[in-house]
Protein backbone atom coordinates (compact mmCIF):
# COMPACT_ATOMS: atom_id res chain seq x y z
CA UNK A 1 0.00 0.00 0.00
CA UNK A 2 1.06 3.46 -0.59
CA UNK A 3 1.66 5.37 2.16
CA UNK A 4 0.25 8.91 3.36
CA UNK A 5 1.32 11.43 0.79
CA UNK A 6 1.32 15.21 1.76
CA UNK A 7 1.38 18.38 -0.56
CA UNK A 8 2.99 20.70 -1.23
CA UNK A 9 6.11 19.38 0.48
CA UNK A 10 7.57 22.97 1.14
CA UNK A 11 5.87 26.58 1.22
CA UNK A 12 6.77 29.78 1.94
CA UNK A 13 4.18 32.66 2.64
CA UNK A 14 3.94 35.74 2.98
CA UNK A 15 2.16 36.91 7.25
CA UNK A 16 -1.31 37.53 6.98
CA UNK A 17 -2.05 35.33 3.82
CA UNK A 18 -3.76 32.12 3.67
CA UNK A 19 -2.75 28.49 3.39
CA UNK A 20 -3.79 25.48 2.65
CA UNK A 21 -2.17 21.69 2.93
CA UNK A 22 -3.54 18.21 1.76
CA UNK A 23 -2.87 15.19 2.86
CA UNK A 24 -3.68 11.66 1.35
CA UNK A 25 -4.40 9.18 3.73
CA UNK A 26 -3.39 4.96 3.09
CA UNK A 27 -6.02 3.38 1.47
CA UNK A 28 -8.88 2.19 3.84
CA UNK A 29 -7.95 4.46 6.59
CA UNK A 30 -10.19 6.86 7.39
CA UNK A 31 -8.97 8.60 10.30
CA UNK A 32 -6.76 11.44 9.18
CA UNK A 33 -5.38 14.11 12.28
CA UNK A 34 -2.82 17.34 12.09
CA UNK A 35 -0.06 17.80 13.87
CA UNK A 36 2.08 20.91 13.81
CA UNK A 37 5.74 20.20 14.98
CA UNK A 38 7.92 23.07 15.88
CA UNK A 39 11.57 23.57 18.09
CA UNK A 40 10.06 25.05 21.06
CA UNK A 41 6.19 23.63 21.26
CA UNK A 42 7.02 20.37 19.95
CA UNK A 43 4.61 18.12 18.44
CA UNK A 44 1.26 19.70 18.97
CA UNK A 45 -2.35 17.82 18.11
CA UNK A 46 -4.46 19.53 15.60
CA UNK A 47 -7.68 17.96 14.98
CA UNK A 48 -8.74 14.41 14.09
CA UNK A 49 -11.31 13.45 11.26
CA UNK A 50 -12.94 10.51 11.11
CA UNK A 51 -15.64 9.92 8.10
CA UNK A 52 -15.77 13.59 7.34
CA UNK A 53 -17.11 14.75 10.64
CA UNK A 54 -14.55 16.07 13.19
CA UNK A 55 -14.00 14.02 16.17
CA UNK A 56 -11.65 16.29 18.22
CA UNK A 57 -9.62 18.88 17.96
CA UNK A 58 -6.65 20.48 20.14
CA UNK A 59 -5.90 23.97 21.68
CA UNK A 60 -5.47 26.10 18.20
CA UNK A 61 -7.21 29.31 17.35
CA UNK A 62 -10.33 29.13 14.79
CA UNK A 63 -7.57 30.14 12.42
CA UNK A 64 -6.97 26.43 11.84
CA UNK A 65 -9.59 24.68 10.82
CA UNK A 66 -9.77 21.65 8.34
CA UNK A 67 -11.67 19.14 6.38
CA UNK A 68 -11.99 15.47 5.19
CA UNK A 69 -13.48 14.49 1.86
CA UNK A 70 -15.79 11.29 1.35
CA UNK A 71 -12.53 9.49 -0.26
CA UNK A 72 -10.81 10.51 3.51
CA UNK A 73 -8.41 12.59 1.90
CA UNK A 74 -8.01 15.62 4.11
CA UNK A 75 -7.28 19.71 4.05
CA UNK A 76 -6.10 22.23 6.45
CA UNK A 77 -6.05 25.85 6.26
CA UNK A 78 -4.34 28.32 7.96
CA UNK A 79 -6.30 32.00 7.66
CA UNK A 80 -4.21 35.24 8.06
CA UNK A 81 -0.85 33.83 8.79
CA UNK A 82 1.31 35.15 11.52
CA UNK A 83 5.09 34.10 11.70
CA UNK A 84 5.16 31.40 14.72
CA UNK A 85 2.61 29.64 12.29
CA UNK A 86 5.93 28.58 10.50
CA UNK A 87 6.68 24.80 11.42
CA UNK A 88 6.43 21.18 10.08
CA UNK A 89 2.80 20.09 9.90
CA UNK A 90 2.41 16.54 9.59
CA UNK A 91 -1.18 14.64 8.68
CA UNK A 92 -1.25 11.04 9.94
CA UNK A 93 -4.20 8.46 8.96
CA UNK A 94 -5.18 5.78 11.58
CA UNK A 95 -7.37 2.60 9.98
CA UNK A 96 -10.00 2.65 13.24
CA UNK A 97 -11.65 4.59 15.52
CA UNK A 98 -10.43 2.36 18.14
CA UNK A 99 -9.14 3.07 21.24
CA UNK A 100 -5.38 1.54 19.82
CA UNK A 101 -4.91 5.14 17.20
CA UNK A 102 -1.75 3.73 16.11
CA UNK A 103 -0.67 6.61 13.62
CA UNK A 104 1.27 5.88 10.40
CA UNK A 105 2.81 9.74 9.50
CA UNK A 106 3.12 11.69 6.08
CA UNK A 107 6.66 13.08 5.59
CA UNK A 108 5.15 16.54 6.46
CA UNK A 109 4.93 20.41 5.08
CA UNK A 110 7.39 22.53 5.99
CA UNK A 111 5.61 25.84 6.16
CA UNK A 112 7.95 28.87 6.49
CA UNK A 113 5.76 32.44 7.50
CA UNK A 114 7.65 35.51 6.52
CA UNK B 1 0.28 21.21 25.97
CA UNK B 2 2.16 18.00 25.98
CA UNK B 3 1.38 15.10 28.76
CA UNK B 4 5.15 13.14 28.52
CA UNK B 5 8.53 14.58 29.74
CA UNK B 6 11.13 12.39 28.40
CA UNK B 7 14.15 11.84 29.59
CA UNK B 8 17.28 12.16 28.65
CA UNK B 9 16.55 15.00 26.35
CA UNK B 10 19.78 14.32 23.99
CA UNK B 11 21.79 10.65 23.87
CA UNK B 12 24.78 9.99 22.33
CA UNK B 13 26.42 5.84 22.16
CA UNK B 14 28.87 3.85 20.13
CA UNK B 15 27.28 1.44 17.50
CA UNK B 16 26.90 -1.98 19.63
CA UNK B 17 25.94 0.24 22.48
CA UNK B 18 21.78 -0.16 24.35
CA UNK B 19 20.46 2.82 24.52
CA UNK B 20 17.57 3.43 27.20
CA UNK B 21 14.90 6.49 27.01
CA UNK B 22 12.43 6.66 29.41
CA UNK B 23 9.11 9.01 29.34
CA UNK B 24 6.44 9.79 32.04
CA UNK B 25 3.33 10.89 31.52
CA UNK B 26 0.69 12.32 33.98
CA UNK B 27 -3.29 11.31 33.67
CA UNK B 28 -4.36 7.91 33.49
CA UNK B 29 -3.72 6.01 29.71
CA UNK B 30 -5.42 3.53 27.53
CA UNK B 31 -1.71 2.62 25.43
CA UNK B 32 1.64 4.71 25.47
CA UNK B 33 3.06 4.16 21.88
CA UNK B 34 7.12 5.03 20.85
CA UNK B 35 7.72 6.92 17.52
CA UNK B 36 10.91 7.67 15.68
CA UNK B 37 11.53 10.37 13.72
CA UNK B 38 14.61 11.25 11.37
CA UNK B 39 15.34 14.39 10.90
CA UNK B 40 12.52 17.07 10.18
CA UNK B 41 10.67 13.93 8.70
CA UNK B 42 7.47 12.16 9.74
CA UNK B 43 7.00 9.82 12.24
CA UNK B 44 7.61 5.77 12.10
CA UNK B 45 5.27 3.95 14.98
CA UNK B 46 7.67 1.54 16.31
CA UNK B 47 5.82 -0.35 19.37
CA UNK B 48 2.73 0.28 20.94
CA UNK B 49 2.27 -1.13 24.92
CA UNK B 50 -1.43 -1.08 26.41
CA UNK B 51 -2.35 -0.07 29.72
CA UNK B 52 -2.65 -3.75 31.21
CA UNK B 53 0.88 -5.02 29.92
CA UNK B 54 4.55 -4.35 31.50
CA UNK B 55 6.88 -5.55 28.60
CA UNK B 56 6.99 -5.76 25.40
CA UNK B 57 9.34 -6.74 22.49
CA UNK B 58 9.59 -5.83 19.18
CA UNK B 59 13.12 -7.12 17.60
CA UNK B 60 15.76 -5.35 19.10
CA UNK B 61 13.25 -3.22 21.49
CA UNK B 62 12.02 -3.32 24.50
CA UNK B 63 9.65 -1.29 25.95
CA UNK B 64 8.64 -1.12 29.84
CA UNK B 65 5.35 0.69 31.24
CA UNK B 66 4.58 1.43 34.81
CA UNK B 67 1.56 2.57 34.75
CA UNK B 68 1.68 3.27 39.29
CA UNK B 69 4.20 5.19 38.63
CA UNK B 70 3.06 7.28 35.21
CA UNK B 71 6.56 5.88 33.12
CA UNK B 72 7.46 3.84 30.23
CA UNK B 73 11.06 3.11 29.38
CA UNK B 74 12.52 1.85 25.36
CA UNK B 75 15.90 0.11 25.45
CA UNK B 76 17.42 -0.25 21.43
CA UNK B 77 19.80 -2.86 21.59
CA UNK B 78 23.20 -3.10 20.09
CA UNK B 79 22.67 0.08 18.47
CA UNK B 80 23.64 0.87 14.94
CA UNK B 81 24.29 4.27 13.11
CA UNK B 82 21.30 3.86 11.60
CA UNK B 83 18.76 3.99 14.53
CA UNK B 84 20.57 7.75 14.99
CA UNK B 85 17.24 10.02 15.39
CA UNK B 86 14.60 11.84 17.88
CA UNK B 87 12.67 9.31 19.69
CA UNK B 88 9.12 10.22 21.14
CA UNK B 89 6.15 8.53 23.06
CA UNK B 90 2.73 9.46 22.53
CA UNK B 91 0.08 7.95 25.17
CA UNK B 92 -3.26 8.00 23.88
CA UNK B 93 -6.60 8.98 26.59
CA UNK B 94 -10.22 8.20 25.66
CA UNK B 95 -12.40 10.90 27.00
CA UNK B 96 -15.87 10.73 26.21
CA UNK B 97 -15.55 8.79 23.31
CA UNK B 98 -12.97 11.26 21.86
CA UNK B 99 -9.29 9.67 21.64
CA UNK B 100 -6.20 12.17 22.19
CA UNK B 101 -2.30 11.01 21.11
CA UNK B 102 -0.54 13.46 22.96
CA UNK B 103 3.24 13.63 22.28
CA UNK B 104 6.08 13.90 24.71
CA UNK B 105 8.96 16.06 24.48
CA UNK B 106 11.41 13.47 22.44
CA UNK B 107 15.15 12.25 22.54
CA UNK B 108 17.25 12.89 20.25
CA UNK B 109 19.84 9.96 20.17
CA UNK B 110 22.98 10.14 18.32
CA UNK B 111 24.93 6.60 17.53
CA UNK B 112 28.31 7.22 16.64
CA UNK B 113 29.76 4.75 14.07
Known amino acids: KAGVTQTPRYLIKTRGQQVTLSCSPI?????VSWYQQTPGQGLQFLFEYFSETQRNKGNFPGRFSGRQFSNSRSEMNVSTLELGDSALYLC?????????????FGPGTRLTVT | SQQGEEDPQALSIQEGENATMNCSYKTSINNLQWYRQNSGRGLVHLIL?????REKHSGRLRVTLDTSKKSSSLLITASRAADTASYFC?????????????FGSGTRLQVQP
Open chain 1, 27 to 31: SGHRS
Open chain 1, 92 to 104: ASSPSAGNSYEQY
Open chain 2, 49 to 53: IRSNE
Open chain 2, 90 to 102: ATVTMDTGRRALT
